[in-house]
């Protein structure tokens, strides 16, 4: 069972970024998807989440307005539209899945590895 996050890169500040994160080894339709980031030198912390049917979404209060999180069950993905990219923002970004409903680290059952994003300013 698989996770993997691609989509990072380098982008100027104000600029945007489509992550994406798909699923192997399982589905994940009935599973919570998140995304989580971690800057150097601080901790992992809760961007965004999705339950499974898309129909509700969560996102902490330093992205909303600013970044979408979004999935398609048929293609086992989840996606973290990211617009607006801040200095701020630059870390690396995980995704994550739990079939549980606590939206944090500790409830995630599976981790994907992440992946870069790098913010200009």
């Known amino acids: 069972v698989q996770l993997q996050a691609f989509g990072g890169g380098l982008v100027q500040a104000g600029g945007s970024l489509r992550l994406s994160c798909g699923g192997s080894?399982?589905?994940?339709?009935?599973?919570?998807m998140t995304w989580f980031r971690q800057a150097p030198g601080k901790e992992r912390e809760f961007v965004a989440g999705?339950?499974?049917?898309?129909?509700?979404?969560y996102y902490a209060d330093f992205v909303k307005g600013r970044f979408t999180i979004s999935r398609d069950n048929a293609k086992n993905t989840a996606y973290l539209q990211m617009n607006s990219l801040k200095p701020e923002d630059a870390a690396v970004y995980y995704c994550?899945?739990?079939?549980?409903?606590?939206?944090?680290?500790?409830?995630?059952?599976?981790w994907g590895k992440g992946t870069l994003v790098t913010v200009s300013s």
């Open positions: 080894g399982r589905t994940f339709s009935s599973d919570y």
């Open positions: 994550a899945a739990t079939s549980g409903g606590r939206l944090d680290s500790s409830g995630m059952k599976y």
């Open positions: 999705i339950n499974w049917s898309g129909s509700m979404t």
